[in-house]
C-alpha cells in the first residue's frame, strides 16, 4: 500500500491512516521531491516540469522496491499522479484511492474546476509571500549548516515543510495541468473518495472524475475540507476498509 | 512629583485595572477569531470587524474562515496551513489576504493555536489576525528587486558570454602548408569574461600572424583591453612585417588609452619559403614561444617589458626556421601556473615533457597540452588557458 502526499505537505498527512493498515499491508509512504525530507539535488527542472515526471518515480518507487498488487492511494496531485503511473505501468496496481482528486482545476467551457487562471496566479503570490522569511532563515539548514541548532530542531519538527522554489513550480505543474484525457484510459479498479464540501475539489469535480474513469466508484464522506485523513481518519480509514474488503470478496 | 501627578497615575492604573476580560478582547490591538476545528467562526472580536468591515452576524455561524480568503490563499490554506495547523497545533507567521466587506483586500499575517481536549479531539482553532497591509508593501518591493536583480546578473553573464565568444577566433583557419592547432578554456564556470585572447590572420600571400596575450584582471574593463589589443595589433600586423613594431604601437594604444590595465602578448610572423617557414618572433612580457623539434623543447627569443605600462618598452626580435615536423607553441601562463589540489605548480618541466613526448598534428599537440594541464587541476582551471600551435606538416 503507497501512500502519496499531495500539494504542499509531506507524508506526515498520513499519520492517523496509514498505520491502520500496517499489520496486513506493506505500507509505504514517501515524500515527494522538493518536500519533506526529500534530496532536493535530485530536483530536474526537465522531469518535475509536467506531472509525468512524478508519476515516473512513483513507477520507479514500486518497481525499485518489487512492490506488485498495489494498493495506491493518493492525496490531491497525488491521485492524478496515481492515475498517471497507472496509466505507465497498469501492471504494477491493484487499485487507487483517490482523496480529493481533481483533474483540471481551472475552469473550461461546460467544465468547472472550481478555480480561473488568475486565481492561480494569486496562489503563487501567496506561495512567494510566505517563504519570504523562509528563503533567508531556514535554506541554510536546509543547505547543511547547521549555526543554528535550535532552527534545525525547529525544522526537524516542523510539518509540511517544502523547498520553495520547488514549492513554486510544483504548484504551477500542480494547478495548471489538464489530465481529463487520461481518466478513461485507466482501467485500475478505483475509489473517489470525496468530501462533501471541499473548496480544492467541489463534488462535481470527485463525480466527473468517477464518471469518466471505466472502472470506478465513489463514497461521498461526512467530512468537509480539502484533507478527510486528517479532519476524519476514522470515516476515511472506513471508506477505504470497505473498498478493499469488495475487492477481496468473490464477485 | 506634586500630589496632583500622583492621582493622575493612580488614576490610569485604576483605569487599566478596570479593564474587563470582554474589554480586553473586543478592543485587543489585533483581530482574533475563534473557530470549530472545520473553521467557522463562532467567535469574534470587535478589532476584526473593524478591520474587515464585517457585520457579526455575517459571519457567525454563516462563514468559515477560508472563505474570507481570496481563491489563492484559499487553496493556500486547504493545501497547507490547514493541514499544517492540525498536524503541528500551531501556524506562525502565515500571510493572508482577507476578502473585506466591501471587496477591497487586505494584507494580513495570522497565528493560530488548535486546542484539544483531554481526549486529543480538536476543540477549536484560535487566532490572532494583524493588519500587515505595510509590510507586505515593503516585502513586495523586496520581493520585486530580488527578482530585478537575479534578471539582470542573467543578463550580464549571458552578456559575459557573448562578449567571450567574439573575443575568440571561432575557428582556426586553413593555411596552406602549415597546421595550426588551437585550444581555449576559460577559468571557472565560463561565466566571467578572461584575460586571455588569441588571433591567427592572413597578412599576405605566403605570410600569416599568430597573436596570443593576456591582460591583467577579469571583467568588462579587462574586456575592453582584450578587444583594443586584438584589433590593434591585427591592424599593425598586417601594415608592419616587424612583430616587435606591431607590439609597440599597442603599447602607444594602451598608453593613450584611459584604462589602468597592461597585458604580455607574443606577436608571430610566419613567412612560406618554398618547403619550410621563416619566423620571426616577439614577446612582451609573455611565456617565450616554445620550439619541439626531433623532441628536443627549446625556447625562442628573450622576454621583454609588459604593454601598457611604461612609454618605452624593450622588445627584441628573433627569427628562425621551421623545417618538415617542426612545431612552435605558444600558450598563457594558464599553463604553467596550473595548481594540483596539493598547490604544487604545472611549470615548465611538466610543460617541455609533455611537449616533448606529443605526436601527431598541430591540434593533437595543442589538445594533448589542454587535457594535461587540466586533468593535472582535476578538471578545475584556476586561470583562463589558451594555446596555439603551428606546425610544418612532415615531408611526404
Known sequence: ???????????????????????????????????????????????????SGYADDVVELCEALELSDVVFVGHSVSATIGILAAE???????????????????????????????????????????????????????????????????????????DPDIARRFARVTFLSDNRADLPRVKTRSLVLQCTDDVIAPVAVGEYVRDHMPNATMT???????????????????????????????? | MTTGDGDLVDGFIEALLDDDAETLYERAPCGYLSTTPDGS???????????????????????????????????????????MLRMQGVAREIAFELVTDNGD??????????????????????????????????????????LRAEDSEARATALARTLQQTLIP???????????????????????????????FQAGDDDWVIVIGDVCGKGAEA?????????????????????????????????????????????LRLRRVNAHWQVSSCAAGHPLPLLVSDGQVTEVGHSGSLVGVMDEVELEETTLSLDAGDALVVYTDGVTEARAPDDAFYGDGRLRDTLAVARGTAA???????????????????????????RVPNAV
Open chain 2, 364 to 390: 593533437d599537440i595543442a589538445e594533448a597540452l589542454r587535457a594535461d594541464v587540466l586533468a593535472f587541476q582535476h578538471d578545475v582551471a584556476r586561470d583562463d588557458i589558451a594555446i596555439v600551435v603551428a
Open chain 1, 88 to 162: 505507465r505501468a497498469p501492471q504494477l496496481f491493484s487499485s487507487l484511492i483517490l482523496v480529493g482528486p481533481s483533474p483540471r482545476y481551472i475552469d473550461d467551457g461546460g467544465y468547472v474546476g472550481g478555480f480561473s487562471r488568475e486565481d492561480i496566479e494569486e496562489l503563487l503570490a501567496s506561495v512567494d509571500s510566505n517563504y519570504l522569511g523562509w528563503s533567508s532563515a531556514i535554506a541554510p539548514v536546509i543547505m547543511g549548516q547547521p549555526d543554528q541548532p535550535e532552527l534545525a530542531k525547529e525544522l526537524e519538527e516542523s510539518f509540511c515543510r517544502t
Open chain 2, 41 to 83: 467562526i463562532i467567535k469574534v472580536n470587535g478589532t476584526f470587524l473593524s478591520l474587515t468591515g464585517y457585520a457579526r452576524e455575517d459571519l457567525l455561524g454563516r462563514k468559515r474562515f477560508v472563505d474570507l480568503l481570496t481563491a489563492g490563499g484559499r487553496i493556500y490554506h486547504e493545501t497547507h496551513y490547514a493541514p
Open chain 1, 1 to 51: 500500500m503507497v501512500f502519496a502526499h499531495g500539494y504542499g505537505c509531506d507524508q506526515n498527512m498520513w499519520r492517523f491512516v496509514a498505520p491502520r493498515f500496517a499489520d496486513r499491508y506493506r505500507v509505504v509512504l514517501f515524500d515527494h521531491i522538493g518536500a519533506g525530507n526529500s534530496d532536493l539535488d535530485a530536483y530536474d527542472i526537465a522531469r518535475y516540469g509536467s506531472l
Open chain 2, 223 to 267: 574586456a575592453v583591453v582584450t578587444a583594443l589589443a586584438r584589433y590593434t595589433l591585427r591592424a599593425a600586423a598586417v601594415q608592419n612585417p616587424s612583430p616587435a613594431r606591431a607590439l609597440r604601437l599597442l603599447n602607444d594604444a594602451l598608453r593613450r588609452a584611459d584604462v589602468d590595465r597592461f597585458c604580455t602578448a607574443a606577436v
Open chain 2, 105 to 146: 483586500r487586505l494584507p494580513v499575517l495570522v497565528n493560530a493555536v488548535l486546542e484539544r481536549d483531554s481526549s486529543d479531539n480538536p476543540v477549536v482553532i484560535r487566532t490572532a489576525v494583524f493588519d500587515a497591509s505595510q509590510r507586505r508593501r515593503y516585502e513586495q518591493e523586496l520581493l520585486h528587486e530580488k
Open chain 2, 170 to 200: 571561432p575557428l582556426v583557419p586553413d593555411v596552406p602548408g602549415l597546421e595550426i592547432g588551437a585550444e581555449y578554456r576559460p577559468a571557472g564556470d565560463g561565466s566571467e569574461v578572461g584575460g586571455d585572447f588569441y588571433d591567427i
Open chain 1, 220 to 251: 461521498l464522506l461526512d467530512a468537509t475540507g480539502h484533507c478527510p485523513h486528517l479532519s476524519a481518519p476514522e470515516e476515511t480509514v472506513d471508506a477505504i476498509e470497505r473498498f478493499l474488503q469488495s475487492a477481496a470478496a468473490p464477485a
